[in-house]
């Protein structure tokens, strides 16, 4: 089956600093990559997506990026702020989600 | 548009006894999945149900059963409860033809 790594599982940043967190895959047939936020008390929420046909995707101060061959994806948050803070998970599909162990992101104001 | 509802909110358990949980989809949605979700860990997918079928299963044993009735909403059935199901358990739903899941509030499970 599908196995998602996620690092790192926590990351400290200062308001406006970028964040970036990595995941990779290990089955060639995953062709949806999401990434979600969790919240304390909220549900989980999809925050951007991208699928294997695409190498890269931007929604405002988020972006994620996908490497097919090395079986790779990334999130990146440009100009965090501490309503940012949260736990982030990666996910691979192909038709099945499966999920990395998550980033606990923290940004200090 | 209702979103995805779960219930019970929270439940506690002892070993040995049996656990339905309950989730109602997006209108609209005919897929749901069912995930386990320890402290500190990710999603772990459980089953998916599509129509009422069950067409995918994550490496969960086989006291973890569930069901879709017509209407797209499901049901997760724990027999035989260890202490180590203790988790929060969330569903989410999707159209059959949209990769895009939509989560409901999830219920958290305690086993004694």
């Known amino acids: 089956g599908e196995n998602v790594e996620q690092h790192p599982s926590t990351l400290s940043v200062q308001e406006g600093d970028s964040a970036v967190i990595k995941c990779t895959y290990s089955?060639?047939?995953?062709?949806?990559f999401p990434w979600y936020k969790q919240e304390l008390g909220k549900r989980t929420q999809l925050i951007i997506d991208?699928?294997?046909?695409?190498g890269e995707k931007k929604d405002q101060r988020i972006a994620v990026t996908l490497n097919k061959t090395a079986k790779h994806f990334s999130l990146h948050i440009t100009e965090t702020q501490p309503e940012d803070s949260a736990v982030y998970f990666c996910a691979a599909s192909f038709n099945k989600f499966y999920f990395g162990s998550g980033t606990k992101l923290n940004v200090k104001p | 548009e209702t979103g995805v509802t779960q219930s019970p909110t929270h439940l506690i358990k002892t070993r040995g006894q049996q656990v339905t949980l309950r989730c109602s989809s997006q209108s609209g949605h005919n897929t749901v999945s069912w995930y386990q979700q320890a402290l500190g860990q990710g999603p772990q997918f459980i089953f998916q149900?599509?129509?009422?079928?069950?067409?995918g299963r994550g490496n969960f044993p086989p006291r973890f059963s569930g069901l879709q009735f017509p209407n797209y909403s499901s049901e997760l059935n724990v027999n035989a409860l260890e202490l180590d199901d203790s988790a929060l358990y969330l569903c989410?739903?999707?159209?059959?033809?949209?990769?895009?899941?939509?989560f409901g509030p999830g219920t958290r499970l305690t086993v004694l």
């Open positions: 989410a739903s999707r159209s059959g033809i949209s990769d895009t899941q939509y």
């Open positions: 149900y599509y129509r009422e079928e069950e067409n």
């Open positions: 991208i699928r294997s046909n695409v």
């Open positions: 089955d060639s047939a995953s062709n949806y």
